[in-house]
């Protein structure tokens, strides 16, 4: 039995904090980004990826920008990602173990031009799925937590649908108020039987409710449309998706702005949270943009 590892798809999920503050935007051209200057990306040793995900590979690449004063770190950190893009590949087959590198050539007919050449050093064993466990959750039925995983006992072991089954996981929390839920998937595996056991273990953190949204940025009246478009009021369980339903409607009621800032402050202690929206346009290295007259009103309103 191989010792117990580490599972590192949790770093890949997306985390819908928007925990963001007001900043300089500073508009500079040397920051502008341009395409990506691959002339060709080569695979060596790669007998075991289908040609379908070569393909997907060399396209996302392509779409890439980069800063063209940094071209040279730039297409180091593309390089990397080509390796981990291929390293996906072959993990979503069920080869966890396996070992990718990659670098960035510069064409020597054309210094302005980079190949990347990803290299396959080792695929290992093909593994499937033992046991999934789920420790240190009470808020919601065992059996209901593990439907959310969409692999089977025995099923070659995909880390696209390990991370599927962590994303319904969190969003199911999320719907509940569990701002701080966190989960930390761990493997075991076991080499001779090509079989991998995965723990998830959960800290599920306080449950929160809604305190006040405080709107900044519009008129009064556009302030009081927007309070009561939202789906969420003081004293409610803070729904996450039901936010998020609630933020779509706002581009009607402020007549397409957006909000630049959507800031969660959190009471711990209590578990509460009031929220913010901006609607004011970002300053830009000292000054700000001026707004429509609808948004010129800086005054806040409470939910309460």
């Known amino acids: 039995m191989a010792k117990r590892l580490f599972f590192w798809l ?9 925990l963001h503050g007001q900043e300089c935007v ?3 051209e040397d920051l502008k980004k341009v395409k990506v200057p691959i002339r060709d990306v080569v695979f060596t040793n790669d007998t075991d990826l289908s040609s379908d995900k070569k393909l997907e590979v060399v396209q996302r690449l392509r779409a890439d ?19 981990e893009r291929v390293r996906a590949s072959f993990q979503d087959e069920g080869y966890l173990k396996a070992q990718v590198t990659s670098k960035a ?21 093909k593994y499937r799925l033992g046991e999934l466990n789920i420790a240190n959750a009470t808020r919601f ?11 089977q006992r025995g099923e070659i072991l995909s880390r696209e649908k ?24 761990n493997t075991d595996f076991d080499d001779d039987n090509a079989i991998a056991n995965l723990m998830i273990e959960v800290d599920e953190g306080k449950q929160f409710h809604l305190d006040r949204v405080e709107v900044l940025g519009v008129r009064p009246e ?23 339903r609630s933020l779509l409607k706002l581009r009607d009621v402020a007549r397409g702005a957006d909000p630049n800032i959507v800031d ?7 578990g509460w949270v009031d929220i913010v929206l901006d609607f004011r346009k970002p300053r830009i290295c000292g000054w700000t943009y001026s707004a429509p007259p609808r948004l010129l009103t800086e005054e806040s309103t409470s939910a309460k």
């Open 10 to 18: 949790a770093c890949l999920l997306p985390l819908s904090t928007f």
């Open 26 to 28: 500073i508009p500079r």
């Open 65 to 83: 920008e980069i800063v063209p004063r940094a071209v040279a770190s730039e297409m180091s950190s593309i390089a990397e990602e080509a390796a």
């Open 105 to 125: 050539v510069r064409v020597v007919t054309d210094k302005q031009r980079y190949d990347i050449v990803v290299q396959v050093r080792t695929v290992g064993k």
């Open 141 to 151: 039925p065992t059996q209901q937590m593990r439907d959310l995983f969409p692999i």
């Open 162 to 185: 390990i991370a599927a089954g962590l994303e319904a996981l969190r969003r199911l929390y999320g719907t509940e108020g569990y701002i701080n839920y966190i989960s930390v998937p």
């Open 222 to 244: 556009t302030k009081a449309r927007v309070l009561s478009e939202l789906d969420m009021k003081s004293g409610d369980i803070y729904n996450s998706e039901v936010w998020q």
């Open 264 to 270: 969660k402050r959190l009471d711990e202690q209590n």
